[in-house]
């Protein structure tokens, strides 16, 4: 496709893209680079449709197989963003606001394993798990790009529920722990989402690296 197809169709082009920054606005309300990436992905579909519309009553049935084009690459881009992205961003809210919820009730026991190195596993109970509990109430959430964690561990926490997460230090960043929302079985490691948190460091330093 060149520049000059895209011309013959500039109606579509231009519903995509007011569609895409409308998108885009709407995303950047929930204040993440993921939501406002959904946010436009996902209004592409209707914009090209739009357009499409646009490009029909105002210039009849040419260059039809151009806008045919576009409106499969806004479908692909919509199908992956409600898909996959979208739920994947709903799965880590709901994980978030729930560990900010956390009451010392809701876990009976602490076990801890080193991730990539050996080490004895640790099982915690009492007052680590109240200090646990009252710390993760300043979860947030947190978006890696390409991080070098120098520890990490696994956490399971028995409960009514079980919950597990991975906990990470960064030498760069000794203020905080970053975390992972995951689901195990056997050797497969299902990843929900990521958060950072201030408090949850101090914990970490108190019962893990001691």
Excluded at 150 to 168: A, I, T
Aim: hydrophobic letters at 45%; charged letters at 20%.
């Amino acid at each position: 496709m060149s520049y000059g197809d895209l011309r013959k169709v500039w109606r579509i082009v231009a519903a995509i893209v007011a569609a895409q920054l409308l998108g885009f606005g709407i995303g950047l309300a929930f204040g993440s680079f993921e939501s406002v990436w959904i946010g436009g992905a996902l209004a592409s579909l209707p914009g090209s449709l739009a357009g499409t519309y646009w490009h029909v009553r105002a210039a009849g049935r040419r260059d039809l197989s151009t806008a045919a084009f576009l409106n499969a690459g806004a479908l692909v881009l919509a199908v992956v963003a409600g898909g996959f992205f979208l739920p994947r961003l709903l799965w880590e809210r709901a994980y978030i606001a729930e560990m900010a919820r956390l009451q010392t009730a809701d876990v009976r026991r602490i076990e801890v394993n080193l991730l990539r190195e050996s080490g004895p596993s640790l099982a915690l109970e009492g007052e680590a798990i109240e200090a646990f509990t009252r710390s993760c109430a300043d979860v947030e959430k947190y978006s890696p790009n390409h991080p070098r964690y120098e520890r990490s561990w696994h956490l399971v926490l028995e409960g009514p529920k079980r919950r597990e997460v991975e906990l990470h230090l960064m030498a760069s960043d000794p203020s905080r722990v970053f975390g992972s929302f995951v689901e195990t079985s056997g050797a497969t490691t299902w990843y929900c989402g990521s958060f950072q948190s201030r408090a949850l460091r101090a914990w970490v330093d108190r019962y893990l690296l001691r």
